[in-house]
């Protein structure tokens, strides 16, 4: 199940690029093969990602092409043949699970987990079924895309009832949802508040475009010393009731309270 906070893109065409984007310290380097490679640097992208994952680093995950693409299909292809395999795909423009199920049958016992992006209206309307076909550990807004095929600005308010859904699709499947990067590379502040309203709507994590976005992604998504320890308090004094709803600090405390503070536990150290 992916479990980090952040993650960052960083172009397969761009091999002189990796090292910097991994000591971003994001939870995952992605290694992209999609819309940042050029039709023509395809091959040489799908080869320096996985030169870099047979390295056995951990923490690298590669965003192949859409499945329906020429492209997407000679990345499954060399990836069945691939001395190794990073931990995590990223699939791109997916609008059923069909895609999803093509992906996890190809590559057999050895395929990732994968987490698809849902891009379209479309592949929003099938969201639940995605989100929990074969493999999948994670569900990520391609808000970009998205805006894009509403005919809007990449903003909050356009794409709120998309997030919504996204949301409640990826909690029906008991997987986390992703947001979509922030993309104004000198707005701090606005990344700072995305982030906030992103996690209030119940997204676990961001994606990144810019090393520099990595630290206010992590300061946003990870628990605070404070919310740990209130959640470990809280889950202490349920046990000493014998797992009964009690009243606690001016509020009841029962099961659904309780699973949020062990929500907030078990994205201690992502």
Same mark, same amino acid.
């Given at each position: 199940?992916?479990?980090?906070?952040?993650?960052?893109?960083?172009?397969?065409?761009?091999?002189?690029?990796? &090292?910097?984007?991994?000591?971003?310290?994001a939870g995952l380097t992605v290694i992209d093969l999609e819309d940042?490679?050029?039709?023509?640097?395809?091959?040489a992208a799908r080869a320096n990602a996985l030169a *870099?994952?047979?390295?056995? =680093?951990?923490?690298? !995950?590669?965003?192949?092409?859409?499945?329906?693409?020429?492209?997407?299909? &000679?990345?499954?292809?060399v990836l069945v043949d691939a001395e190794a @395999?990073?931990?995590?795909l990223f699939v791109p423009m997916v609008e059923s699970a069909v895609e999803i199920e093509i992906v996890a049958r190809v590559l057999g016992e050895r395929c990732?987990?994968?987490?698809?992006?849902?891009?379209?209206p479309k592949g929003l309307r099938h969201a639940v079924e995605i989100a929990a076909a074969p493999m999948v550990g994670g569900l990520m807004f391609g808000g970009a895309d998205f805006s894009g095929e509403l005919g809007v600005m990449l903003a909050w308010e356009p794409l709120l009832a998309a997030?919504?859904?996204?949301?409640?699709?990826?909690?029906?499947?008991?997987v986390p949802a992703i947001d979509v990067p922030w993309i104004h590379l000198d707005d701090e502040a606005g990344l700072a508040?995305?982030?906030?309203?992103?996690?209030? @709507?119940?997204? !676990? !994590?961001?994606?990144?475009?810019?090393?520099? *976005?990595?630290?206010?992604?992590?300061?946003?998504?990870?628990?605070?010393?404070?919310? @740990? &320890?209130?959640? =470990?308090?809280? @889950?202490a004094a349920y046990a000493e009731a014998g797992g009964k709803a009690i009243r606690y600090k001016g509020k009841m405390?029962? !099961?659904?309270?309780?699973?949020?503070? *062990?929500?907030v536990l078990s994205r201690k150290g992502n």
């Amino acid at each position: 199940m992916f479990a980090a906070n952040s993650f960052l893109f960083v172009p397969g065409s761009r091999p002189d690029r990796f &090292a910097k984007a991994y000591a971003s310290g994001a939870g995952l380097t992605v290694i992209d093969l999609e819309d940042a490679v050029p039709a023509g640097d395809k091959a040489a992208a799908r080869a320096n990602a996985l030169a *870099q994952v047979a390295t056995g =680093e951990a923490g690298w !995950a590669i965003r192949i092409n859409g499945v329906a693409t020429a492209a997407g299909i &000679a990345d499954l292809a060399v990836l069945v043949d691939a001395e190794a @395999l990073p931990g995590f795909l990223f699939v791109p423009m997916v609008e059923s699970a069909v895609e999803i199920e093509i992906v996890a049958r190809v590559l057999g016992e050895r395929c990732p987990e994968l987490i698809p992006l849902i891009e379209t209206p479309k592949g929003l309307r099938h969201a639940v079924e995605i989100a929990a076909a074969p493999m999948v550990g994670g569900l990520m807004f391609g808000g970009a895309d998205f805006s894009g095929e509403l005919g809007v600005m990449l903003a909050w308010e356009p794409l709120l009832a998309a997030r919504h859904a996204l949301v409640l699709a990826a909690a029906e499947a008991r997987v986390p949802a992703i947001d979509v990067p922030w993309i104004h590379l000198d707005d701090e502040a606005g990344l700072a508040d995305e982030c906030a309203r992103a996690k209030a @709507l119940g997204f !676990a !994590a961001k994606a990144a475009i810019h090393p520099a *976005q990595v630290a206010a992604i992590e300061a946003a998504f990870t628990p605070t010393a404070a919310e @740990l &320890a209130e959640a =470990e308090a809280a @889950l202490a004094a349920y046990a000493e009731a014998g797992g009964k709803a009690i009243r606690y600090k001016g509020k009841m405390l029962e !099961a659904p309270l309780v699973k949020r503070y *062990q929500a907030v536990l078990s994205r201690k150290g992502n």
